[in-house]
């Protein structure tokens, strides 16, 4: 693997989805011979996080590949939903957007790493495309 064209790969997925570098992670980890890509957002104000969406590939690079891919074309090909929700313990009610193919994407990306019953949501709103 190429450090420097990964890098380069991370930057410009980075810059296209215009979040500041600590809003993103970029989790590698081995799956059934392939290498899985999650890209994880982070939203500052309340810190949590949430899968943005994953690729597989023969290695790292071929992942990022398929991301950057993924994102210049992702707002055309998946519609937009907002997910009303709080965290047990958390008194406040938080809003996060999200791009799905459908309404279950949408909360598995929500939900993604962590346990069913540390959220609770209270609504799933498809919003119109503009």
Known sequence: MDEFESARLEREIQQYLGLE???LRFEFRQLDGLTRL???TVNPR???SFLFHYETGRDETECLEKMLTYVRGYRDNESPYTVQWHAHGDKELHTSYFRAHNVYEALDKLYFGRDLNT???FS???NPSS
Request: aromatic share 6%; glycine share 0%.
């Open 21 to 23: 570098f600590e809003q």
């Open 38 to 40: 999650d890209l994880i």
């Open 46 to 48: 309340h810190q949590q």
């Open 119 to 121: 959220i609770t949501v």
């Open 124 to 126: 799933v709103v498809l």
